[in-house]
């Protein structure tokens, strides 16, 4: 590679990447179009860009729904260079220097990642990253809607997204600009910009709660984010590893991402404040700390009891209506795992509050995005509330799942171990009629003009006797 190990690379890197749109489970991405530009930090001008579009191996990869999203069709890719042909200049742009880009933690360092993994080539390494996504939603709120690229730039009157990466960067970087004007002109003047604000001080602050019991063995843990030194093993989602000797304008305005603020395996970054949902389902249902680890099973067995953990809801023998749904992806082109179980009415009392506490945080943030209750109640099941518990797929690490699952029979509990990511597998285990001891978490959403709560399973416990 071309960059040198002592070289100081102080500009940052704007960049997105085009792919191909996954239309069946298990299909990959494949980068169609790689953009560019490094941005002087101290003046935020443009001082070199480049962008290509890219060969994918596999054409057929380009499906209607792709041509759709992006507009780049077979026939526009077909002289255009492989990505082994330019990885050595898109890792020289990249390698060692700040990366910037509107959503690039979840998706874009990903692609490149899986790019660079595909050839069998070093893959470059960020000094620090600024996803402006999550940037602008905490510190300029969604004043906008939905913050999406193409909502921000038609606030300002920037023009319309034409969702092709060089055009893609630069709009990304003068959306920055708009936003951190607007913020630094509130901060003058806060008394009179922030008087009638969309957004409270500390709309998007988190805290760790301590543990409280609700009614009816349902044990009530809020989910908050992983400890910092967890992520900051991660490159890609800590800050930087050595400060930069100056400080950059941009980053004064605006606050680098810290590992408090990112969350890891997450299908949408967290929209509003759940430290405030903790605390205040903690005063609607606050019980004694020696009533809650025997109401965390409604069985009463110890075995169970200790499953649960901080930032967890609990809720035993939950009864599955529907076994496990393949029907939505997520962004690897994998099923998003999920099954439905009949949901008691101590659950429905402590999803019925969290939901309306959730609907008004999301409603104060400025979302006009339509509520889904986590509680499912339909015409013909008035008596039969259900609830959707999601099992997260795993990037790395010997479970396939993001979710521990154990076998009990006859009052003995013992972990079940899967090798590989296999959906078929799990479908015996969760047939209507079985009994299962949930442990999860509340995540909330906001994707796609829909909102509310996800319930998250961290371990399942399937009763087979």
Request: glycine share 6%; with cysteine; net charge negative.
């Amino acid at each position: 590679m071309s960059s040198s190990s002592g070289e100081e690379r102080s500009e940052i890197a704007f960049f997105d990447v085009e792919t191909t749109v996954p239309t069946r489970p298990g299909q990959r991405f494949a980068l169609l179009e790689f953009g560019a530009i490094l941005v002087c930090p101290k003046k935020l001008v443009e001082l070199q860009s480049y962008s290509t579009l890219i060969k994918p191996a596999d054409h057929s990869l380009i499906s209607t729904l792709s041509v759709r999203c992006n507009g780049i069709t077979p026939d526009a890719v077909v002289s255009a260079p492989t990505f082994l042909q330019i990885a050595d200049r898109v890792y020289d742009l990249l390698h060692g220097r700040i990366w910037a880009g509107h959503n690039i933690l979840r998706f874009d360092c990903a692609r490149i990642r899986e790019a660079f993994a595909e050839i069998g080539k070093p893959t470059p390494e960020p000094k620090g990253t600024i996803d402006s996504l999550q940037l602008l939603t905490q510190k300029f709120g969604r004043r906008a809607g939905d913050m999406k690229m193409a909502t921000l730039a038609t606030y300002f009157g920037l023009g319309q997204q034409t969702h092709r990466s060089l055009d893609d960067v630069r709009m990304n970087l003068e959306v920055v600009k708009y936003c951190a004007t607007v913020l630094f002109l509130e901060s003058s003047l806060p008394d009179i910009f922030t008087a009638n604000s969309w957004v409270s001080p500390n709309a998007m602050t988190r805290s760790r709660s301590n543990v409280k019991s609700t009614p009816e063995g349902v044990s009530l843990k809020i989910n908050t984010p992983p400890s910092s030194s967890k992520l900051n093993d991660d490159p890609m989602l800590s800050p930087t590893n050595q400060e930069p000797e100056e400080k950059h304008p941009i980053l004064s305005l605006l606050t680098r991402i810290t590992a408090e603020e990112v969350e890891p395996n997450t299908a949408q970054w967290d929209p509003f404040d759940m430290g405030q949902l903790s605390n205040e389902m903690e005063e609607s249902y606050e019980m004694s700390s020696t009533e809650s680890s025997a109401a965390a099973v409604s069985d009463g067995s110890s075995d169970s009891a200790g499953f649960l953990e901080p930032d967890e809801l609990s809720c035993s023998r939950l009864k599955v209506r529907f076994g496990i749904s393949t029907k939505f992806l997520d962004h690897a082109g994998r099923p998003r795992l999920n099954f439905v179980a009949n949901a008691p009415e101590s659950l429905c009392k402590v999803l019925d509050a969290c939901d309306g506490i959730a609907q008004n945080l999301s409603l104060d943030s400025g979302s006009n995005s339509e509520w889904r209750p986590a509680v499912i109640r339909k015409n013909g099941f008035v008596n039969y509330p259900t609830v959707r518990l999601h099992i997260p797929n795993t990037i790395s690490g010997d479970n396939p799942y993001g979710t521990e699952m154990y076998q009990k029979d006859s009052g003995s509990i013992q972990k079940l171990v899967f090798s590989k990511y296999d959906p078929a597998e799990l479908d015996p285990l969760f047939t209507p009629g079985t009994f299962v001891d949930a442990f999860f978490s509340i995540d909330p959403y906001d994707y796609q003009q829909n909102a509310g709560i996800r319930l998250v399973a961290k371990k399942l416990i399937i009763h087979f006797n």
